[in-house]
């Protein structure tokens, strides 16, 4: 029987009561560790200093400044600097990779967290000190209200919850002097066959450069997308929203998750750390999901990690608990229960983002073609929860037809992989975790103001385009308005979209 996905507010899945309060800082800077990964085995802050990555430059992969976090006397030459055409000549600071460090160590890059590895009471990169990641990275935005870099990053107070969806995520990874080390998070080569976006999969043979060079091309790793399964294949999803968990379930694409607290807990255990993957547990759940291709992964992943010199993981500060492979603990690891009750009760009432205001006859018009043509699975009401049940594959895309490419033990559906990327988060992941069947789950209708591309695969640019049959009968979401003057006003509708009554 499938678990029934949970919304039990501020309660986690242990019946720990959680502090929303504290949950914001669990939200913003929590790393359980992976500090370890980002800093030794990645090697982020030395990619830093190597590419001579500035603040500019920073801003243009999308990553978020916090200016409350800037110190007052660099605040001051930033505003100065930020009035000027932002040269090296007429913007010396905004142009110095030093720069970057100090914002990093003051904790003023949304996401990237400093830690006092050292214990010396102050925070130094290079005196020894580390940088992990948090939650934050990918489901924050700023208010813009000091800088904006346009379709990038920004310089502003920070907003917790709505998606990251101009953070370069593969550019990022690429930064870093290791990149080698997230081999299982990439496009790779298993048994002479390789599946996503890019031609060619890539080996434990392939140089830092052509790892880099596959992370830095939208098109392998487009914009606003994260990477989040560990099975060789290229397949980043669209960032997502955090805000008014309460109102979602099951969690991920595939719903592969019932409970907000076990996706939470798999972020931390596997794609912040995925050298998890090379414990004993972590080996088990790759051979239950793949088989000989999750042996081949792991033994590959092994030999870069021992290729680049990489030791001392897992880094990940969690305990060793629960069955391998269930969504509680798939790498056999758990990290701190009352934290995890903490976020949650945080994520579950966060505040989603005011819809665009629109005309008030549109709006009219638009809510009464959402009523007859899209409440067949939406809420007309977007302050009631989504329904939990699974979309089947044939039903959100008609043209599903997939090659099975093994079998594995139930509940555990085929590993099985069809033309296109639609399907690509699914080939090894899916719902069959829980007993569940293989699908999508159902997505907020919230903050679609701010979407330029849509459907987790980011295959489709603009709403009015994923409206438009001309994207066939056989393409994935194909609900479409034929008029186009109808076909606009349910766009705009769309927009204005939030939790307000």
């Known amino acids: 029987m499938a678990a029934s996905p949970s919304r039990a507010g501020g309660v986690s899945a242990a019946g720990i009561v959680g502090s929303s309060a504290a949950g914001r800082d669990v939200f913003r800077f929590e790393t359980f560790g992976n500090e370890g990964f980002w800093t030794d085995a990645l090697r982020m802050p030395q990619g830093v200093l190597d590419a001579k990555l500035t603040p500019i430059q920073a801003l243009q992969a999308g990553l978020l400044v916090d200016i409350d976090a800037v110190p007052p006397a660099m605040r001051e030459a930033m505003a100065a600097e930020l009035k000027t055409d932002l040269s090296p000549r007429n913007a010396p600071m905004l142009n110095d990779v030093m720069t970057t460090v100090k914002l990093i160590e003051a904790n003023a890059v949304v996401g990237l967290v400093p830690k006092d590895a050292n ?76 599946i996503g976006r890019a031609p060619d999969g890539l080996t ?94 792991a033994n590959d992943y092994a030999r870069i990690l021992a290729d680049t010199g990489v030791t001392g993981f897992p880094f990940v500060e969690a305990s060793v608990v629960g069955d391998v492979g269930q969504p509680a603990s798939p790498v056999g690891r758990r990290v701190d229960e009352q934290k995890l009750a903490d976020m949650k009760a945080f994520l579950e009432f966060l505040p989603a983002p005011k819809g665009a205001a629109i005309d008030a006859a549109v709006a009219a018009r638009g809510t009464d073609l959402f009523d007859a043509n899209c409440t067949t699975c939406h809420n007309l009401d977007q302050s009631k929860p989504v329904d939990p049940a699974l979309v089947e594959m044939n039903a959100i895309w008609p043209g599903y037809a997939p090659t099975v490419l093994a079998r594995r033990e139930p509940p555990l559906s085929p590993v099985q992989d069809a033309p296109g990327t639609f399907d690509d988060k699914m080939i090894v992941v899916d719902a069959s975790d829980r007993g569940d069947k293989r699908g999508n789950a159902l997505t907020l209708l919230l903050d679609l103001d701010r979407r330029t591309v849509l459907l987790h695969d980011v295959s489709v640019t603009g709403l009015d385009n994923l409206l438009d049959p001309s994207r066939g009968k056989e393409a994935p979401h194909p609900f479409y308005i034929d008029r186009p003057s109808e076909r606009a006003d349910l766009v705009q509708f769309l927009r204005s979209l939030d939790t307000d009554p």
């Open 119 to 194: 214990a010396d009471g102050r925070i130094e990169l290079a005196g020894g000190d580390k940088v992990g990641v948090s939650c934050a990275i990918c489901h924050t935005v700023t208010d813009k209200s000091v800088h904006e870099v346009p379709g990038a990053g920004s310089i502003g107070r920070i907003i917790d919850g709505p998606a990251a969806l101009v953070l370069n995520v593969g550019k990022l990874l690429a930064v870093a002097a290791n990149s080698r080390a997230y081999y299982p998070n990439l496009q790779v080569t298993l048994a002479g066959k390789t």
């Open 204 to 297: 434990p043979d392939s140089t830092e450069a052509e790892v880099d060079a596959y992370l830095s091309n939208p098109e392998f790793y487009p914009v606003g997308t994260f990477d989040e399964t560990q099975d060789g294949h290229s397949n980043s999803v669209i960032n997502t929203p955090l805000f008014r968990q309460d109102l979602a379930a099951p969690f991920g694409t595939a719903g592969e998750f019932a409970k907000l607290v076990d996706i939470s807990n798999a972020s931390y255990t596997t794609n912040l750390d995925p050298t998890t993957l090379l414990t004993p547990e972590g080996r088990t759940f790759l051979k239950l999901k793949a088989g000989a291709a999750g042996e081949q992964l």
